[in-house]
């Protein structure tokens, strides 16, 4: 079991940055990948970058260039970095932790931190 904590969303302006946060109740290091989704008003839940325990960063086609995952695992945080934010960027981030066991892969998901992005 793993708790996360968002923090971080907000109201900006198009063109401009916001970072979240997200901390694990415990090491990150253990944790097979951390990511961030993302879902908008009445749109299905979608990846939005993803960093493996391995190093391994990927991104959805929409954010890259824009969009930088980091995390650090002394601080069992993860972040999402957003700059030169859209309008279709508006949604509430999710932050999520899987493990794998074997065949099966376990997900945990924070509570959810709105952003939303005006024009």
């Known amino acids: 079991q793993v708790q996360l904590a968002e923090s971080g969303g907000g109201l900006v302006q198009a063109g401009g940055s916001l970072g979240l946060s997200c901390t694990a109740s415990?090491?990150?290091?253990?944790?097979?990948?951390m990511a961030w989704y993302r879902q908008a008003p009445g749109k299905q839940r979608e990846l939005v970058a993803i960093?493996?325990?391995?190093?391994?960063?990927s991104y959805a086609e929409s954010v890259k260039g824009r969009f930088t995952i980091t995390r650090d695992s002394a601080k069992n945080t993860v972040y999402l970095q957003m700059n030169s934010l859209k309008p279709e960027d508006t949604a509430v981030y999710y932050c999520?932790?899987?493990?794998?066991?074997?065949?099966?892969?376990?997900?945990?998901w924070g509570q959810g931190t709105q952003v939303i992005v005006s024009s």
């Open positions: 960093s493996t325990s391995g190093g391994t960063t």
């Open positions: 415990r090491s990150i290091v253990l944790i097979n990948a």
């Open positions: 999520n932790a899987k493990q794998w066991v074997g065949n099966s892969e376990y997900d945990y």
